[in-house]
């Protein structure tokens, strides 16, 4: 296995368990996927882009749906964002909102979220008001 932290790996949805999806990694090695990192459907045996989140020392491979690393994710979250303020106008979340409510409307964790916020909200592209948020 030549596999390094971050690799970028095809991931074949093999079987729910109580921890998240047993996958397989590029048609070759059993890797998981946790549940509190899945934002999205997913369908047995459909085939997803992954990245390797942690190889363990008895050889287990932990997977992610997203880039690790803040730099690698925070534009296609910006980009979530920004994409719903574009088309709603508004969104009716704040950094507040609850993180069911933001996966409801955004597919996206309340961690990201915020990141997403603050990032656009330094650079002047929204505005944060107490039960919104809106495009400068």
Known sequence: MD???GDQVVLSIQRATD?????????EFEGLLFRNEVFQPLGRNKDIKGYIKNIREDGK??????PLGFLNV??????????????QGHLMLTDKSTPLAIKGQL?????????????LYK???IRLLDDRIELI
């Open 19 to 27: 921890l998240g999806y047993v996958v397989l990694i590029d048609d």
């Open 107 to 119: 597919n996206m964790s309340k961690k990201a979220f915020k990141r997403a916020l603050g990032f």
């Open 123 to 125: 650079r002047k592209l």
């Open 3 to 5: 596999y390094k932290i």
């Open 61 to 66: 491979i932990d997977v992610s749906l997203r």
């Open 74 to 87: 925070i534009d296609l979250d910006c980009d979530v964002v920004m994409d719903a303020l574009k088309n």
